[in-house]
């Protein structure tokens, strides 16, 4: 079932989605590389980042969703930007960076992409990528909760659904494809401020498809009913809601 990505939406708390690929960029230890690609570039704002990072090189942002790109070439100069999936994408050449940030969740069985993901790099060049690791959290269980019941069901059955691994099974899938693997998991700890504010995070990312597989005249309801669920697992604090985030980031060397 497909979904289409609203930018506007997503760059809501674009602050603390920053966050998670500066932490990433700073493990990777290349100098000056010519060739930077970012897999899933959703609007470019990260994107940027890398060309400011690495100045000389070709920066190239790649997306399947052609509202994200077509916002990220609105909004991001010196950047080339290609509407492609990234399971059909490979480079003319290996590529120096190969950078995936929160996208390889959406893709099932990523696992069995990464030996091609590999090859797309040359060697020793990196490969760099972040995914959400809470989907055991109530941000996600309610929601699936909540579409498992009637009248919903019958509509979110086959939405997508984020799954990830931790941060073992990645760095023994690539350090066994000969890379050097650093692998990591850092829980945030968001703070939100605004009205249903978790409600608000879920619904650019995680929840949308959910979302957007509810005919119109059920999704005002869902909404509701997930607001107030999510309301009353996230309560408010003194500084705002305090949503917890683990993410696991892998950055691999290519080593051959």
Do not use: K
Request: negative net charge; hydrophobic residues 45%.
């Amino acid at each position: 079932m497909s979904h289409l990505w609203d930018p506007a939406r997503y760059l809501t708390y674009a602050d603390e989605r920053a966050r998670p690929f500066v932490d990433l960029l700073a493990r990777v230890g290349a100098d000056s590389p010519a060739t930077v690609v970012d897999l899933g570039c959703g609007p470019g704002t990260l994107t940027a980042l890398l060309r400011e990072r690495w100045p000389g090189a070709d920066v190239l942002g790649v997306d399947a969703s052609p509202e994200m790109v077509e916002a990220a070439r609105a909004a991001v100069d010196g950047v080339r930007f290609e509407l492609v999936d990234l399971r059909d994408w490979s480079p003319a050449a290996p590529v120096d960076v190969l950078v995936s940030n929160a996208t390889l969740q959406w893709v099932p069985g990523h696992l069995d992409l990464l030996p091609r993901l590999l090859d797309a790099v040359r060697p020793g060049g990196w490969l760099a990528f972040q995914v959400p690791g809470n989907a055991d959290q109530p941000s996600h269980a309610l929601r699936r909760e909540l579409a498992a019941e009637e009248p919903y069901a019958a509509h979110t059955r086959g939405a997508a659904e984020p799954a990830a691994h931790d941060a073992v099974t990645y760095l023994e899938r690539l350090a066994a494809l000969g890379c050097e693997v650093d692998a990591w998991e850092t829980t945030y700890l968001h703070v939100l401020t605004g009205t249903d504010p978790v409600f608000t995070w879920i619904s650019g990312t995680g929840a949308r498809p959910t979302l957007q597989a509810l005919p119109d005249d059920l999704r005002p309801d869902f909404e509701d009913e997930l607001r107030r669920r999510l309301a009353a697992a996230y309560p408010p604090g003194p500084g705002g809601v305090v949503l917890p985030f683990r993410r696991v980031f892998v950055v691999a060397r290519r080593s051959r």
